[in-house]
């Protein structure tokens, strides 16, 4: 038991199973993120993760003020994307609204 444990510390983001992988989202989302989309009366859920070819896609719903705010599609949408791609160590991570 120790030793999978162990193992899953090291293994790369993309070799975790799925609910590790959700989460390491969720995690990096709550630590990352969060604060930022609720200071402004918005906030975003998980909907879904897929992995597509090379890439892991992750499908989120804005929430609140985020929901047709302009910057969500732009700027907002850019800093989850590299936040996730930063603290989970995985560059090949998309991030999809709908």
Known sequence: ME?????????S??????EE?????EKAIDEGIRQFLVMDGGNLEIIDIKENGDFIDV??????????CASA????LFGIEHTLRERLG?????????
């Open 21 to 25: 992988k959700w989460n390491a989202i």
């Open 59 to 68: 499908y989120i719903r804005y929430m609140g003020a985020c929901v047709g």
């Open 90 to 98: 995985e560059q090949n991570i998309r991030v999809l609204p709908i």
């Open 73 to 76: 599609t732009t700027g907002t």
């Open 3 to 11: 030793n999978q444990t162990t193992q899953n510390k090291t293994a």
């Open 13 to 18: 983001f993309k070799e975790l199973p799925f």
